[in-house]
């Protein structure tokens, strides 16, 4: 990942910065034609310092630099690396910036990493849940832009799986997409396979890796709030839990944070992730 950010900043910026490209002679030949090799000299620098250099150039021409990172991973040790270098350039003053996208656990494992507690003072943005019709709206233009049909009853069903959850909306889209991508239309069997094939990596990319995650005491918590229909409070989840207000209070910002549960007014919250309770319910039965 580091290494594609250098060369794609290179290429972008081919017009602003000097080449760092040096190139050293291995050997000569002399007959019949002659002939000469040559090997690049690669720089011995951190990745740290080389780019350093290369938005010095940026600066001293007017400009900066943004990084953008999709599915932010907090186990690559690339990932860390990247924050941790990004605050000394911030430190250093220099014009850059760096955007980040994630999955809300993902996130909020990355922003719990002593190497980059500074992180936590970034400005974040929710998503949320996007509105049905929102939803509706999305797969319908898509389908139609690139000049092919759905069945109506299909994308309703469609609608009403994705819950609002963007991941679902990318997938579900795209599995039910996929299945008969050389037909004009997608069916309403397209649609219901592709939302199981959906729910299934769900399970195994999200809803798994979120469960593998929680502490015990993350547990208990979450299973205090199954007791609810819909909302939970938190005076409630003390006395279920026979914990203070102010351990209660940790728990569910931790919680919020991870993207599992949300508020739902002063001293209110719910489930948040889609299928979370029916998963973590199922659990509890095993």
Known sequence: MLEEIEIGTKRAAAHLIESSNHFEVTGLGIAPLGSIEVN????????????SDIIDQLNEAGTGLLVTVDEVDPI?????????????????????????????????????????????????????????????????????????????????????????????????????WDLTSDSKEISSRDFDLGIKIARDEMDDRILAATYRELTAEDKRFLIAMLDDEEESTTADLVERLKRSPQQVSRYRRRMIDAGIIGERGRGLVAFELPFFRDYLAAQCVK
Do not use: C
């Open 40 to 51: 690049r000299v690669h720089d011995a620098s951190t990745w740290r310092y080389r780019m």
């Open 76 to 176: 690559l040790d690339e990932m860390i690396q990247l924050a941790a270098t990004y605050q000394h350039f911030v430190t250093d003053g220099k014009r850059v910036a760096l955007l980040m996208a994630g999955l809300p656990n993902n996130v909020s494992t990355l922003l719990n990493h002593k190497t980059v507690s500074f992180l936590r003072r970034a400005q974040q943005y929710h998503l949320g849940r996007i509105a049905d019709y929102d939803v509706r709206e999305a797969l319908i233009r898509t389908i139609q832009e690139n000049d092919r049909l759905a069945d109506a009853e299909g994308i309703d069903r469609a609608v009403r799986s994705i819950s609002g959850f963007p991941f679902l909306l990318q997938l579900v889209g795209y599995r039910a």
